[in-house]
Structures are given as structure tokens and as C-alpha cells.
């Protein structure tokens, strides 16, 4: 698929139609444009309110560790864990109204060699456990060291499984903006950051 085209393609898959519940993107970028063996950029973008309702294998609520389970191949071939300690706070309102603060300390892509990856968001210190009708708003990026992009299928974008259907669906892109294109990338998440701050 044409690169700028695929762009268009993910900028449109970030736009929840009006009547959805929120969905979740996680992109996987290089730090380097120019070395596809540089580190992973991993960036976590989408708002919404949580519904275990939508999960059909389970009711149980997300709780302090999110796992965004089956995102496919991602990493092919590759059966090993890349954990990166991290410090992001994101915060919301727990359906009673309540605002919560949630610290996530450790990211992991549990690589599958049955091409059934996962990926997880752990707090070592439990802050807040996501529960049923929890609003989220995530925007944070951070650098997982050690790990090539060029481990990655790329262009590629997966579905997970798990605790995705609590969050309206996660999506996971791998993808090289060319230098020509990532100043539209870069517009458009901007774009997208306007008309969700719009929609709040």
C-alpha cells in the first residue's frame, strides 16, 4: 500500500464515528526515519469510556494491568518479551464522576512465535484498577530501547483481543512516515488532538 495513502487510511481509522464508545491506536514508529534498525517509538492515542460489555468472551473489568491481547504478528518469527520502564499518568472519571490517576511503569510486547502477539501496560504500584464506565483520554509516547523497528511488518495494522473490546477496539499500526509525509503525519494527529479536545 502507498504510504501517504496509508496515512489517510490511519487518520481516518483515529476518527470514532459520533455513536462510539472510544476506540485505542498504538502506532510503532522508527526514532530514526533514516534507520529502520533505530529503537521503537511506541505512541498510545484515543478517548472514550470503558465497556466491558463489548468484550464477548468476558465481563471482568480491566483492572491495574491493561492487555491488549492478539495484535497478530507484529514483531514475525520473534518469540521474546521487550519490556521498557516507563512513567506515564493519564487520568479520567470513574462512572461515578470521580476523577481517578492511573501511573503505568512498565510496557511489554510479548512477542508470539504463533504470530499472536500482546502488549501490556503494567503498574507496579497499583494507582487505580480501569473498571466499567471509566472515561480515558490517551495520549502519551515514550521510546522502547532495544527494540528494532525493523522487527516490525511494515505497513501492517492488527486488531486486538482481550481488554481491547473494553477500550471500543485497539488498533496497533506499524508504519514509516517518509520525510515528504510525516509533516501531513504530524498535521493530522494535531487535527485529530483538535477535534477530540472539541468533542470533550
Known sequence: MNRIAFLGFLLLTLIPAPSSQGSLVIIFRPSDLNDLSSDVIVRFLGSGTIDTSLDPGSSNNPGTV???????????????????????????????????????????????????????????????????????????????????????????SYQGTGDSFDFGGVTAFALVPEPASSSLFLMGLIALGCHRRRRA
Open 66 to 156: 491493561l492487555n491488549f491481547n492478539e495484535l497478530g504478528d507484529l514483531i514475525p518469527s520473534d518469540d521474546v518479551d521487550y519490556t521498557q520502564a516507563i512513567n506515564i499518568t493519564v487520568t479520567g472519571q470513574r462512572a461515578n464522576t470521580t476523577a481517578y490517576s492511573a501511573t503505568f511503569d512498565e510496557f511489554e510486547l510479548d512477542g508470539q512465535i504463533d504470530g499472536t502477539d500482546d502488549i501490556d501496560l503494567r503498574q507496579a504500584t497499583p494507582t487505580h484498577a480501569f473498571t466499567d464506565g471509566d472515561t480515558f483520554n490517551f495520549d502519551f509516547e515514550f521510546t522502547v530501547s532495544g527494540l528494532a523497528f525493523n522487527l516490525f511488518d511494515h505497513p501492517a
